[in-house]
């Protein structure tokens, strides 16, 4: 029989779990497939790792990866990838936004023969104001990026065996899991969703959160922004050379008077601020390039629940099952 595995990130979502949990293995139950839920517990403060733990002890289909700390939703999302060892896996947030209804559509998909089906969301149910900046920022990394990173798709996602392990493989340390997803290729397609509201409580990602994840996007998948600096430069010099060209044409054909201190002026800022932001962006990819030189684990486990054997190879945990934590 197939294998089928949900991870699922989670982060101070007591208020949702039980009915998460509920819904999730009912739809899973009812495909034809062994499967296997793996929740990561994102350092949640709250009494998710002890709802989990109950599951876990009820349920040995359902699998849980502790982290140690809080790591941010990409990388507990790529623990949880790395846990995994099905022949598909699904990827859906932990506040009900994503529907365990609509999996059975996309492992449809899977069973026609593609590698990666992503859900598209129809229609986001956020405020105005984080709508419009996420059709903004999926444009402009569709746009910059050589990899063609779908809009409107983000996590939730049913990826086939093959592309979970080229994901798995990618050693950076700055993740963004859909490019991820999207750079491994193969036969990609989406089904259309209803994207539901979050089921309780306020978003875990803060704006900040969210402000970090678009720059990781945006940097780890485009050199645009390196090249923009360059053009920027050129574009600067060619006007320094008109304004010289007619300068010396002032001087020397009509011989009008030396202009004022407000053009010196306003140069020299224009000049300083394209300066300022090309350091800027050089200085953020090599801020990267430190990170990833510095070869970190991008994260620590603190302890499995119900995964022993091959998963467990994926990162070494603090502490062991036998630990009470
Ligand atoms: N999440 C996480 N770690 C974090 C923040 C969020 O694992 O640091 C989880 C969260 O519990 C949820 C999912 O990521 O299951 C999506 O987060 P949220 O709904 O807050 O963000 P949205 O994308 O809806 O703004
Ligand atoms: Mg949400």
Do not use: C
Request: proline content about 5%.
């Amino acid at each position: 029989m197939k294998t089928l595995e949900a991870v699922v990130p989670v982060y101070n979502e007591e208020a949702i779990l039980p009915e998460l949990n509920r819904r999730l293995v009912d739809a899973l139950g009812r495909l034809p497939y062994e499967w296997r839920i793996i929740y990561v517990d994102d350092g949640s403060r709250d009494r998710t790792p002890d709802l989990l733990a109950d599951f876990a002890a009820a349920d040995s289909r359902v699998a849980v990866v502790h982290l140690s700390r809080n790591f941010g939703q990409q990388l507990a999302i790529s623990a949880g990838l790395a846990a995994t060892s099905a022949d598909a896996v699904v990827l859906l947030d932990g506040d009900l936004q994503d529907p365990p209804e609509v999996v059975p559509l996309l492992v449809e998909k899977w069973e026609d023969g593609y590698d990666v089906v992503y859900a598209l969301k129809r229609e986001r149910k956020e405020a105005w104001p984080k709508r419009v900046l996420f059709n903004l920022f999926y444009r402009v990394l569709r746009r910059l990026s050589s990899v063609d990173i779908p809009a409107d798709a983000g996590n939730f996602s049913l990826m086939d065996r093959s592309v979970v392990d080229m994901v798995n493989k990618m050693p950076e340390r700055d993740r963004y899991v859909s490019g991820l997803r999207a750079y491994v290729g193969g036969r990609q397609t989406g089904v259309e969703f209803e994207r539901a509201a979050r089921y309780a409580g306020q978003p875990r990602q803060s704006p900040l959160k969210l402000m970090r994840m678009a720059t990781d996007a945006l940097f780890a998948f485009s050199e645009l922004p390196l090249r923009l600096a360059t053009f920027m430069g050129f574009l600067v010099s060619g006007v320094a050379f008109l304004v010289l060209v007619s300068v010396l044409y002032q001087k020397l054909v009509s011989g009008a008077a030396i202009l004022g201190w407000a053009s010196t002026m306003t140069s020299i800022l224009f000049l300083g601020g394209i300066q300022l932001i090309a350091v800027g962006v050089i200085g953020e990819y090599i801020g990267r390039i430190y990170n990833e030189a510095k070869g970190r684990p991008a994260w620590v486990v603190g302890r499995y629940r119900n995964l022993s054997g091959a998963a467990t190879d994926a990162a070494r945990p603090l502490h062991d099952e036998r630990d009470s934590v």
